[in-house]
């Protein structure tokens, strides 16, 4: 099992304990990764701006991998999100596809449509599989209580992304209990973080992460769950900058699931990133179950 | 003379380049917070700060990276083994020349008692040293001009430099080999150093000359008879050999005599040796004179560059020595587009042709910026909408072979030019993300208004919305505008919409107002409506486009599949498009 990894922009440079964790998990997993270096934007943030250019961007980095021949496991959902529309829209239209791979042609590249592209959860649940994982795990969380955030562009438009159930999605709760933590109901669980406008209306942007996090925070979890940098950076760097502006106190720390993951399989919470959070985890190890003989 | 006197104003121009350039270091200002420093302050911080950097532990970082970056140039090793050759070979081979060859009455004459240019194995390494300038020169015209890399941009900087280092270098070979075949060399020679009057045994030498060295001469021609040869070399061995080693050793010198061979005569006639030496030394002090200037100033900045960015640190150094350190590294850059070459947004280009999206097209409009040129309104939004065209992914960053922070560079100036009032609407995307991320280090009155004017400017040029009655005129719609939102092929899906109100119901950004139209202007129900009767500007100016998440709740939960979101994401598209090419006058505020 072979991927190109696809970081995108932010984790390189804001959240490199998302990559160093997912690296560290999927190698205990057999899964290989091949980083191509020529990768771009995937053309999220200029959808606002430039349709064409959206295109273009996530055309190219699909180019490269089918250069390669190798499928995308991305680490971001809006970077998941924007592969998977693009490569939706060129398959369909085939004037949209000349323009581009025009273009595409001046580097010796061509998009076919023969990539897939698969974020990081659907390669643990389809590719990996529950039971592999199960195998491989060390060491179980008892009481642990996990609010999952499945963010907005894994999981819709689900015609387009077909990732999970879009309206009852079950692949992050069952990943999650893997590790023997509870996957708690929460009403707010499948609504946006709040980072699509961070930086254009923030106050719009605090007021739908307080939001989610007073709402996990009521139904009782220890922690958030996500698998998105943008997410993560939303309930981390500007969760802190809520508490200090709005002097609010429902600190909840998010984790990243490779985190969760890679606890269990034994690794320790320093090589997983947990010292390099914003807001401090806190001592997570607690929750796991003592070994018998450790007891006595 | 002429040559004491041009070097002279060469140096003196060199001399005065470098103090003019060093101290634009102190009194260029990038970013919002230099401006208030003054120069004098920014060169006595900057002497306080290297001061103390020398007698702290920092002084092993500066060993490491000078041996490291500087010397063994292991940043560019890291991206390109070409390119890591090229630079080597030009740089380490002209550093041996410089040394060896040109100031040799100052260091070799010096360190060694038999040094002779003439002799091994200064003679041989001399063109070995020649030959690996030669063989960069080779490597980098290949890279810019054969190999054509897309989005790799030459211009005329990069000419000069490439074209005054292989004036030097082909006037010296051409020099050399003129020399050894020059037959007016070889008397003056024999003149000087032969103690000989005997016409025979001059001939003989002269025969051996030919034979061995090279020399053409215009009577005594091949073939010699083994008796004259033998005779030639005892003379030589007598009166030459001290101090003049085979040619062959001079090997590309050498190489060009065998070449210029059949019109050697002709050449020594003209005085054509004579006039290489002085194409020779004067382009290499044109060279000397161009140095602070340009391209091949990154000489001193780069390594200085290097060093600062070791032990310097955004958060812990002082503002001044920082805004110093920023100005220094726009001299800093070689216009090598490693940067470019790793551009995360570089492949924008292609749909905005703005080549400040390319980072090291950036620094020069950013050099013009800090040199206080004038630009136009134009250029100077063109400028902004390049820094902001930008992911902030550091990939430049950490690419840069000479070391410079290029991130933290377009942030400041990003800011500098926001500040400057002109709207950015591209501030209205995630691109803005990391500026909301880095908000405490922008002035705090400073950071709300480009959103705000960029805002405020799509909608001056959207009447409908502004006017306060809201009486709706029966004109016919905006067929075009209707016709035109189909790009993504499921945009023109709102002409079925029934108006069930769904997507407002379902929208986050909806629940989060208590009255959200005041907030939002018109809902994602009202818009879907205003595009169904093509009524452009309800639809493009409502506030609701730029506080869409993008969570595709509404178009997930439409009962008639409209693709609400891919809507809202077109119209976005379009109002930027309609706003983009304004002058200020007709979208800035009205005061």
């Known amino acids: 099992m072979k991927f190109a ?11 490199t304990l998302y990559e160093s964790s997912a690296r560290a998990v999927l190698g205990k997993l057999g899964v290989g990764l091949v980083d191509i270096k020529e990768f771009n934007c995937c053309g999220y943030p200029v959808r606002n701006l430039d349709f064409r250019t ?7 980095n699909l180019a490269l991998a089918a250069k390669e021949n190798l499928n995308v496991i991305t680490l971001c959902k809006c970077c998941f999100g924007s592969l998977k529309k693009v490569d939706h829209l060129l398959k369909k239209d085939d004037s949209l596809r000349k323009e581009i791979n025009s273009i595409l042609h001046r580097e010796g590249l061509k998009y076919d449509g023969e990539i897939e592209v698969k974020h990081l ?37 689900s015609q387009i992304v077909q990732f999970d159930d879009p309206v009852a999605p079950s692949i992050f709760d069952q990943l999650v209990e893997v590790t023997g933590a509870q996957s708690i109901y929460w009403e707010r669980k499948l609504e946006c973080c709040g980072a699509p406008v961070w930086g254009i209306n923030d106050n719009l942007s605090m007021d739908l992460t307080e939001k989610k996090l007073m709402d996990a925070k009521k139904s009782g979890a220890h922690y958030l769950c996500t698998a998105c940098p943008y997410c993560q950076m939303q309930f981390d760097t500007v969760q802190k900058m809520i508490l200090s502006t709005r002097g609010t106190n429902h600190h909840l720390s998010s984790l990243l699931y490779p985190q969760l993951l890679g606890l269990c399989m034994g690794m320790d919470g320093e090589s997983l990133g947990l010292t390099m959070h914003q807001l401090p985890v806190g001592i997570i190890e607690d929750y796991f179950i003592i070994p018998k003989i450790a007891q006595t | 003379m002429f040559f004491s006197i041009s070097f002279y104003i060469a140096l003196a121009i060199f001399g005065l380049g470098l103090i003019y350039k060093a101290s634009t270091w102190f009194r260029y200002n990038i970013g919002v917070e230099a401006k208030e420093i003054p120069a004098s302050v920014r060169v006595f911080k900057a002497f306080k700060g290297i001061l103390l950097t020398f007698f702290s532990v920092k002084v092993f970082t500066l060993i490491r990276v000078f041996f490291l970056e500087v010397i063994l140039q292991t940043r560019v090793l890291r991206q390109d083994f070409l390119r890591w050759i090229m630079h080597l070979c030009i740089y380490v081979g002209f550093m041996l020349l410089l040394l060896m060859h040109a100031l040799e009455k100052y260091i070799s004459s010096e360190l060694f008692a038999d040094y002779y240019p003439t002799i091994n194995p200064f003679m ?9 300038v030669i063989l960069g020169i080779a490597i980098a015209v290949y890279r810019r001009f054969i190999l054509k890399v897309p989005r790799l941009a030459t211009n005329a900087m990069d000419h000069y430099a490439i074209i005054i280092l292989a004036i030097v270098m082909l006037s010296g070979l051409l020099l050399e080999g003129t020399k050894i075949v020059s037959y007016s060399g070889y008397q003056a020679m ?34 010699f008879d083994e008796e004259t040869l033998k005779m030639g070399e005892e003379i030589h061995e007598v009166s030459c050999m001290g101090c003049h080693s085979r040619p062959q050793w001079a090997f590309l010198g050498y190489g060009a005599a065998k070449i210029i061979t059949p ?63 920023q100005a220094m590294e726009l001299d800093a850059c070689t216009h090598c ?56 992914c550091k990939r430049c960053t950490v690419v840069c072979p000479v070391g410079i922070n290029l991130q933290d560079l377009w942030f400041n100036v990003r800011e500098s030019l926001l500040e400057s009032g002109y709207p950015e609407f591209f501030a209205l995307s995630p691109l803005s993300f990391y500026r909301g991320l880095m908000r405490n280090d922008v002035v705090k009155e400073d950071y709300q208004e480009p959103l705000n004017r960029a805002r405020e400017a799509i909608a001056a040029v959207c009447d409908l919305m502004m006017k ?12 075009e505008f209707k016709t035109g939102l189909n790009l993504s092929t499921q945009a023109n899906t709102y002409s079925v919409c029934f108006g069930c109100e769904t997507c407002t119901t379902v929208c986050p950004v909806v629940a989060n107002y208590e009255n959200p139209q005041e907030v939002l202007g018109l809902l994602p129900h009202q818009i879907m409506h205003s595009c169904g009767l093509g009524l452009r500007d309800l639809a493009l100016g409502s506030n609701m486009l730029w506080d869409c998440l993008t969570c595709y709740q509404c178009q997930e939960q439409c009962p008639q599949n409209v693709s609400v979101t891919e809507v809202l994401y077109e119209l976005k598209n379009e109002a930027v498009k309609q706003v983009k090419g304004k002058p200020r006058e007709q979208i800035g505020r009205k005061s």
């Open chain 1, 5 to 15: 990894l696809f970081l995108g922009c932010n984790i390189p440079a804001r959240l």
């Open chain 1, 54 to 60: 959206f295109l273009l961007s996530s055309a190219r």
């Open chain 1, 121 to 157: 959860l659907s390669v643990l649940y389809h590719e990996v599989g529950i039971e592999a994982i199960k195998e491989k795990i060390e060491r179980t969380f008892e009481g642990l209580k996990i609010a999952t955030h499945y963010g907005c562009h894994v999981l819709r438009p």
């Open chain 2, 124 to 132: 041989f390494l001399r063109d070995l040293f020649g030959a690996l």
């Open chain 2, 190 to 223: 024999v003149e000087d150093y032969a103690d000989e009057d005997d016409e025979k045994r001059l001939k003989a030498l002269e025969a051996y000359w030919v034979k061995k060295f090279g020399v053409v001469s215009p009577e005594v021609k091949g073939p």
């Open chain 2, 263 to 325: 019109i050697a005569l002709g050449l020594d006639r003209a005085n054509i040796p004579a006039v290489l030496w002085y194409i020779h030394f004067l382009a290499c002090w044109i060279g000397l004179a161009y140095l602070p200037f340009r391209k091949m100033f990154h000489i001193f900045a780069s390594p200085l560059s290097l060093l600062a960015n070791a032990v310097m640190d955004k958060e812990k150094s002082d503002p001044s020595n920082i805004a110093t350190r």
């Open chain 2, 337 to 392: 587009c490693t940067c470019t070459l790793n551009c995360s947004a570089g492949v924008f280009f292609e749909y905005f042709p703005n080549l400040n999206i390319l980072p090291s097209e950036k620094i020069i409009s950013i050099k013009a910026l800090a040199a206080g040129k004038e630009l136009s309104e134009h250029e100077l939004r063109h400028i902004l909408e390049g820094i902001y065209l930008c992911t902030n």
């Open chain 2, 468 to 479: 306060k009655d809201r009486a709706l005129p029966l004109s016919p719609t905006d067929r």
